[in-house]
């Protein structure tokens, strides 16, 4: 995709945290902008936060509970009908803590549902070109203190590298982004878990400095694995042996 101008952006998780700052960066470079959240108080929210900066015609807020496919295939299906189009998809939605199966669900199982319905709609018709899936460093090293979570990311690591290149004979970009901390809800309610430890060893960043690097993924060709730390924002790493 060569410009964000005119783009339309699907960012699951949109409500909050990373997902919130990536829809601000979106809109400030010109996109239009598809909320899907799970809490629909959050989304309303920030659907009528993000109306009194930029045009409302440019925002949408869909409920949607990405563990479930049928609920993503929706309102994936309801993005285009109401925009016209669909360029981007960043499955960015997760959460810290939970039964491992509802962390697996929630951070693993959307991204293949989001990815497998993306890259279908784009054979199909005029899906996402680029998917972008948020991992973790934990993706990369495990967190000790979240072991199911650190599991997720790797998860999610592993299958976006694995279907890269796949993709991209079909024309989709798939781009992974792996976070270091950010100050958020998630690694909020993380803190007295983490601040004794790493947290106050390795640092924080804030989610502007996330969203900056995923939206620059959007005009990115290759596929990339990158890494966002407070010492470097966007850390291309190798795909074949990744290495923070
Ligand atoms: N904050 C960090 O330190 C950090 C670091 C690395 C990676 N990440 C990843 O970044 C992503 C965003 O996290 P964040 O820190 O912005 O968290 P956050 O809690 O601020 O936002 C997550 C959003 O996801 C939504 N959500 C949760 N379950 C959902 C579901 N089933 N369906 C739809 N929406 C759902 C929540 O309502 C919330 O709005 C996550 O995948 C997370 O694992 C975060």
């Not at 919130?20 to 598809?34: D, I, N, P, W, Y």
């Not at 960015?92 to 693993?108: D, L, R």
């Not at 460093?137 to 650190?150: D, F, H, K, N, S």
Request: glycine share 8%.
């Amino acid at each position: 995709m060569e410009s964000i101008e005119g783009a339309v952006v699907v960012v699951t998780g949109g409500a909050q945290g990373i997902g919130f700052a990536t829809c601000e960066e979106v809109l400030a470079r010109g996109g239009k902008v598809s909320i899907l959240d799970l809490s629909e108080e959050k989304g309303l929210e920030a659907l009528s936060n993000l109306c009194k900066s930029f045009d409302a015609e440019r925002v949408l807020f869909l409920a949607c509970d990405v563990s479930r496919r049928e609920s993503v295939v929706k309102a994936l299906e309801e993005t285009r009908y109401h925009f016209g189009r669909l360029d981007v998809l960043v499955n960015n939605a997760g959460i810290g803590s939970g039964t491992p199966e509802m962390v697996m669900e929630v951070n693993f199982h959307s991204v293949v549902s989001g990815s497998e319905y993306g890259w279908e709609m784009r054979t199909r018709t005029n899906g996402p070109s680029v998917i972008i899936n948020v991992a973790s460093t934990a993706g990369l090293v495990p967190l000790e203190q979240a072991p199911i979570y650190t599991a997720s990311k790797h998860a999610v690591v592993g299958y976006s590298r694995a279907i890269a290149r796949k993709a991209k004979k079909d024309s989709v970009t798939v781009h992974c982004m792996c976070p270091a901390f950010t100050d958020t809800g998630l690694v909020r309610k993380l803190k007295d878990q983490l601040r004794k430890s790493t947290l106050e060893k390795v640092g924080i960043q804030e989610p502007s400095v996330v969203a900056e690097g995923i939206v620059r993924l959007m005009t990115t060709e290759e596929p990339l694995l990158v890494a966002c730390t407070p010492e470097n924002p966007f850390k291309v790493l190798n795909r074949n042996k990744p290495k923070l």
